[in-house]
């Protein structure tokens, strides 16, 4: 019953009004990625129409992998554009980029992307906001990276309370790797707002090795989403490790799923 409700959703929005929104923690993406494993996250997000990178690689090394991957997916037969941030400027904890991919034919990128300034030296590595448009309608998704679990990563997300009012006309969506599970109690200032994740109970970290067929670790990568305004259609996220031979070459990829989104603005 849930798969035909889901379906009879999807069938209800016509696919030109829906937008695929994937996020994805690609591990010191531009330090050691070899051809191999470009041409399979390429092969992994080329079907998305936004595709929202976190821990890129702050040295020249970084936007050398993202203009690399945005190459391999113009080659495809779709045309793709890039942005790329510039070094995050909290502490010195990791410096980090982010970046954004975006099929042209599908969203129009709006004016320039920049990283979050009142909050720069609150939070390690501040949001990196880009604002899309698709059908006339305009979004804004802000690419994050917390700090790690070790180091409390509540003592930053907890600012995020106040973008949405900082932000007032901007349609948000935060998607990336938190470092904290959606159910953790930081959110619920987000979650009263009206913003919810867009996943529950899915774990997306990548455990060092498998105890049985329990791979993942933790529920550490969401979408979140303003309900107001923004109708969910599905989501999830993607096994990528079980196309490999073991846990160790999954996590030459990344030790972190990607998840997506499909969504359409009311």
Not at 22 to 46: C, H, P, R, Y
Not at 218 to 247: C, H, K, P, V
Request: proline share 4%.
């Amino acid at each position: 019953m849930k798969s035909f409700l889901l379906l009879l959703c999807l069938l209800s929005f016509p696919l030109w009004s829906q937008t695929k929104l994937l996020s994805w923690n690609l591990a010191d993406f531009g330090q050691s990625k070899t051809e191999a494993t470009m041409a399979f996250i390429a092969a992994t997000v080329k079907d998305y129409d936004i595709v929202a990178i976190q821990e890129v690689v702050a040295g020249p090394g970084g936007a050398q992998a993202v203009a690399a991957l945005a190459g391999i997916l113009n080659r495809s037969g779709s045309h793709w554009d890039y942005t790329i941030s510039d070094k995050t400027t909290g502490s010195a904890y990791k410096t980090e980029r982010y970046a954004f991919l975006w099929q042209t034919a599908r969203v129009k990128k709006i004016g320039k992307a920049w990283l979050e300034k009142q909050y720069g030296t609150l939070i390690d590595r501040e949001p990196y906001y880009c604002t899309f448009e698709k059908n006339g309608k305009q979004f804004t998704v802000a690419g994050f990276h917390a700090i790690t679990k070790n180091r409390q990563p509540e003592t930053e997300i907890k600012y995020f309370r106040f973008l949405p009012q900082q932000y007032p006309n901007r349609n948000l969506l935060f998607a990336g790797d938190f470092n904290c599970p959606q159910s953790h109690s930081v959110f619920n200032p987000l979650k009263k707002m009206g913003y919810v994740p867009a996943l529950t109970k899915q774990k997306t970290s990548l455990k060092k090795q498998c105890r049985g067929n329990d791979c993942l670790a933790s529920e550490f990568d969401n979408i979140f989403y303003d309900t107001q305004t923004i109708q969910i259609l599905n989501a999830g996220a993607i096994n990528f490790y079980r196309q490999f031979n073991s846990l160790s070459e999954a996590r030459r990829i990344s030790d972190h799923l990607p998840v997506w989104m499909v969504f359409t603005i009311q």
